[in-house]
Structure formats: C-alpha cells, structure tokens
C-alpha cells in the first residue's frame, strides 16, 4: 500500500496498470452523484442544519483540525454543535456515542480526539443519518451538526459543504482511486460552499471561495500526565523519535525540524493500531491523533504535540450567513 501511495504523488508506470479500475470508480461515483441529484436516491434532512467537512483526496489534509476550529467558532456564535464521524479506523458497526476516555479502537482514533479537543456531543456510525437522529435524541440541545469526513455521504442531506486540500501535495497525479488518491473528480470542488487550503498556494480557476489554513503549535504534553505541557524547546539536543501514523507523516516531521527538534522519524500507515513494540525506549513525540491510541500504553516519556488550526476569519462569515441565527432545533 505505502509504494502505491508513493506513486500518486510521484512519477510511476504502475498507475497505467490500474487506470481501468479508476474508469470503474469515476463511473459508479458519477452515477451514485447522478441518482442524489436526480432524486432517484434520497438523502435525509435533518431537523437542524448540517455543515459537511470533507475532501476528494484520501489521506490526511487537516479535516480534523479544522472540524475542531469549527466547533469553537459556532460555540463562539451561541450555536451549540454535535459532531458525526463514520469513526474509521473503529470496529463499532451500529451508531454509538463518544467519550473523550472511549476506546479508540471501538470508535476510532478522529472521534475521540474530537471528544477530548471540543467538548461537544460525538457520535460515530456508518450511516451518518442515523448517527446524528441518536445523538440529537440524546443530546436534544444541540442544534447545528458537523459531519467529520462526509463529503461524499450523500445520504445526509447537508446545509454547507466545506472541502478541505493538502496544498502541498493537492491532487497528486489527479487521477482517481486506485491509480491516484482522489475519490471524486477535481470538479467536484465547484459545488461546495467554500474550499480550505491547508498549506501551500490557493487553487486557481475556481470560482469558489477560498481560504488559507496553517496548523499552528509548539507546546507538548505528557502521555498519562495531560496536565504536563512542555515547551518545544524542553525537547532541543535531546535524542527523540517521532513516531506519526496519520495520512501525511511528513508534515509532521517537518514541523519538529522547524521547531528545532532534530528527530529520528519513523513513520506509519494511517489509523495504525498500535502495540507496545510500536513505541522505543527513550523519549517518544507523537501527533495528538497517536496519542489517542498509545495513552492505554503507558509509555513513560512520550509527548504529544497539540495543534490547533489558524483559519482566515472570512470562511466564518460564510458559514454563519449560510446558518441563520441560532434559536434552537430548527428546519434546515
């Protein structure tokens, strides 16, 4: 799998093998649009309004983070938001709530630093629909859901879209799954409300608001001690490894090298489960995505580095104009 994801952003013979499956994919996603829009498939209205934070590309872009901003900025707003999230990564296959102590393998690595990072009702489940209809009925205060990664769910009826691009990487070699990292077609972005570039330069020839994003963070703290937080600079001439298992591990690691961390990286699959070999001897730096993972572990010194996103104010304007005012439960 990782020599295939070397070849989406890099030149490769081994993608004219597999462009027949990507016609396949580019076909049964058109059709699967096609019956949404036509009515021939229902998507499901809820009786709040729905923002959907998604991509076209697989892999890490900085969905989360900004799922997290936006938490904050609609608390800001006097809305009180609900998270849904599939909870990839989890076993759990029926609709179920989210702890900030949940176990991560039952619901996911992204629902529960979700729990830990905003405070708000979470909840994860295939159907996202369903996800929400069980969280709202638990959770009657809530009345505006953030839907983690569900640009393409086309069964929940949504309210604003938000596409999130890795401005460094963007599509890759733009070809489709399997031969490239896109699960629908560039054009696709043309539709949503507004595109987040995390990183990197704003996409031209789109006629769709964009806004720049940059994940910000210097401070780290301890595995097992939450309450310790440390400085980057705790950490300079000091021999660490820095362990990252999210869809971009290089952005990790460049971001301690900027910090002034010389680290020894060892990168790993997305969503990797995690064993207690997994973690060496010595001080261990972490994404707080990890740590979600490792903190049943106990490892005696290994640090998370908290992010946060730092998203131009202008997208929050969008989004609010899109909602209305918050009075409660409303028909979206």
Request: aromatic share 8%; with cysteine; hydrophobic share 40%.
């Amino acid at each position: 799998m990782e020599r295939l994801v070397r070849c989406w952003y890099r030149p490769c013979p081994w993608r004219y093998l597999l462009a027949p499956l990507s016609l396949l994919f580019y076909l049964a996603v058109g059709a699967r649009r096609l019956a949404y829009r036509r009515g021939w498939r229902r998507a499901e209205r809820l009786p709040v309004p729905v923002v959907v934070v998604g991509n076209i590309s697989v892999g890490g872009t900085g969905k989360t983070p900004l799922t997290i901003w936006l938490a904050g900025q609609l608390r800001q707003a006097g809305w009180r938001p609900g998270i849904v999230s599939r909870g990839y990564g989890g076993r759990r296959r029926d609709s179920a709530p989210v702890r900030p102590d949940s176990n991560p393998h039952e619901v996911g690595d992204e629902p529960v630093l979700l729990a830990q990072r905003t405070g708000c009702p979470v909840w994860v489940g295939r159907q996202r629909a369903e996800a929400a209809r069980q969280l709202l009925a638990f959770h009657p205060e809530v009345d505006v859901i953030l839907a983690d990664d569900g640009l393409q769910h086309y069964a929940l009826a949504r309210d604003v879209e938000l596409a999130v691009i890795d401005g460094e990487r963007g599509f890759g070699n733009g070809w489709l799954l399997p031969a490239g990292p896109l699960r629908e077609p560039p054009a696709r972005l043309r539709s949503v409300d507004a595109i987040v570039v995390n990183g990197g330069q704003i996409l031209p020839d789109l006629p769709v608001p964009q806004f720049g994003m940059t994940l910000t963070g210097r401070r780290f703290w301890k595995l097992g001690q939450p309450e310790t937080v440390v400085d980057a600079d705790y950490f300079a001439g000091r021999e660490v490894v820095a362990l990252a298992g999210i869809g971009n591990p290089e952005r990790f690691f460049r971001t301690l090298a900027e910090l002034g961390i010389r680290a020894t990286p060892r990168p790993l699959p997305d969503h990797h489960r995690y064993r207690a070999a997994d973690l060496p001897a010595g001080t261990v730096l972490m994404t707080e995505k990890d740590a979600v993972k490792c903190a049943a572990l106990n490892p005696p010194d290994a640090w998370a580095l908290r992010i946060d996103a730092e998203v131009a104010l202008g997208l929050k304007r969008i989004i609010l104009d899109k909602l209305g005012s918050p009075h409660g439960p409303q028909t979206a």
